[in-house]
């Protein structure tokens, strides 16, 4: 009953799973074992021979420098900033976005512990002083945390004369006013744009 304990243990340690969660797959993975198991000894073997994290950019890819960072087709002068690799490929699915990437690995919270130090961000100032960049784009969560880490690194950028911008925040697509809080509305305001007409 070892193993099963185990592995009970170590995947409700595992991120939004708690210990329920974690007895249900580790029972759906018993009642399958024949068939999923392998798939699964398969994929987390390749996971772990075959990926590798870009030592530029913080993605993770099959080499390093990663497919983005690599690509002339991107533009190299923007760099656009994340909290972690799950948004990077969030706005890659959206394909809004052309340029590269830095990813922090987290955000700044005082509660835990965490400050630039153990953040990738002394790795984004120096890529930014060494290479032609000419704007971030700060696309932290709208979280308090999200905001503080995007303020932190726009005045720790301001003597480098590039471009900061900031994802806009506020009324979701198919979004209605009455329906949405007033934190959101109110940064709706403060990120309204000029509405451009056809003439
Ligand atoms: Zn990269």
Redesign the pocket.
């Given at each position: 009953m070892s193993a099963l304990g185990d592995l009970i243990e170590l995947f409700s340690k595992l991120p939004n799973l708690g210990p329920r969660s974690a007895r249900r797959i580790v029972l759906h993975l018993l009642k399958n074992k024949e068939k999923i198991i392998p798939q699964v000894i398969t994929s987390l073997n390749d996971l772990k021979s075959s990926l590798t994290f870009?030592d530029?950019?913080?993605?993770v890819?099959i080499s390093?420098?990663?497919n983005?960072?690599n690509s002339n087709k991107r533009k190299s002068e923007k760099v656009c900033v994340v909290e972690d690799i799950g948004d990077l490929w969030a706005i890659e699915k959206s394909k809004a976005y052309d340029g590269?990437?830095h990813v922090l690995g987290g955000v700044l919270s005082a509660i835990d512990g965490i400050g630039p130090d153990e953040l990738n961000i002394s790795s984004l100032l120096k890529k930014v002083r060494a290479k032609k960049i000419n704007e971030i784009i700060l696309a932290t969560n709208a979280t308090v945390e999200g905001q503080i880490t995007a303020q932190f690194i726009a005045d720790s950028c301001e003597k480098n004369e590039i471009l900061i911008t900031r994802l806009a925040q506020g009324i979701p697509i198919g979004g209605e006013l009455d329906s949405i809080d007033y934190n959101t509305l109110s940064a709706a305001f403060n990120s309204r744009s000029e509405m451009k007409t056809k003439i």
């Open positions: 870009c530029d950019c913080g993605n890819d390093s420098p990663c983005i960072c590269h990437y």
